[in-house]
């Protein structure tokens, strides 16, 4: 270990850290709500569009991120889509993680019910107010937990990043490691940002869960 | 208020209804018993449609339920609007109750009246606990369904149907999932609603409760009606030895 050497490099570690939070989140919040937007389209009574949106999640789930990172990043301007690597990594992240997102929620939807729905179609609920109003309060609340364990993987995946240059906090730990050769003292850095950051969301999940839960808790009374 | 006449209904293969007439009058308190299997639930859900039904006419009010009639005498399915409108004029009641899980139990009787009835919520909430209060929970109005027992839960939904103020009320096996000593404050519910006058069809397996305020009793069994009249006649007095072998396993199960 090395204290000087951590010392020298922490405003580039913390910028790194910086960055990799803002992709993870803007990643993650661009995946949560595309997959949202994707389990809403599954449910339409639509073959053709079934099909897409199940090849899309296959696709996604199927193949590397770091595959689909790199054919974003290096192939995308061939198609006339020219990101800087942030942009990419952010992009990547959201389609990335929105196909699991779409099977997250769709699983969420699955949990309701049929009887909660059928009592809202009996006293005459129109189909939107149903969704909002009994189906997707239901499904979020199942979804909860698998959503902040998909957000605590995702936190992990941001160091691929570092392969399209993205100053992130593993780019930034590879640039010390180089520089200084202290490939431990690097690596033990950059895992306890990581850990901090893991244990940031995993708490924010649990209070976030027993919010949203909160209703479920017995008081005693019977169900 | 309710007729049926010739409904016939298959899933599939199996052939669930075979050809039912039934008619409720309004005001009239009917129950329909049978064996598990026989086509009671479906029936009853044919009524509001929650269960389309293949042939045969539904009509409440003279009102062709599901389908629409054309002017060159075939049908086609009802608009998903007119459809809504006329559930909204029947209270359903399920065997599971089925509340939702995340409101409170006065949420869940206002719900509909804010989102079908287009009530503000201040009014909505109000009516909701006139009619909380009339299924006597009113202290639990606040409490979350898996706060409450299955009896309290029913008597919930009961409530959140009749908020609608419905033309007449389907219970489809509204006490088979409580536990014995439960049932009793449900039926107390359903009784006082038969005795303002409420029109009510009703799938049950309470013989004491279909015999003391029941009008009518119809006899099902593998998809057709095979016998109904008063109480005292079905339950007493059928001619039809399906009906008797019925009601015997009851005598037996319940002589102790």
Redesign the interface.
Known sequence: MNPDVLWRYLPSLLSGFGVTVLCWSAGGALGVVLGFGLALLRRLDFPPLRWTLRAFVEVFRGTPFLMQLFLLYAGGPYIGLRLSATAAGILGLGLYSSAYFAEIFRGGFATV?H??I??????????L?TLL??EL??AL?AAVPAIVNMLIVLSKETVVLSIITVPELMYQMQTMAAETFTAFDAIFAMAVFYWLLVEAVSRLGARAEARVTA??A??G??? | MIEMSGVGKSFGAHEVLKGVDLSVAGSEVVCIIGPSGSGKSTLLRCVNFLESYDVGDVRIEGKLIGYEDMADGTRRPMGARALRETRREIGMVFQHFNLWPHMTAVRNVAEPLRRVRGLPAAEAAERAMAMLARVGLSAKAHAYPSHLSGGQQQRVAIARALAMQPRLMLFDEPTSALDPELVGEVLEVMKSLAAEGMTMLIVTHEMGFAAHVADRIAFIDDGRIIDQGPPRHVLHHSKEPRVRQFLQTYHDRNAF
Do not use: F, K
């Open positions: 019910p009887g909660q059928e009592a809202a179609i009996s006293v005459g609920m129109r189909p107010d109003r009994v309060p239901a609340i209703y479920m017995s008081e009374a019977r169900a």
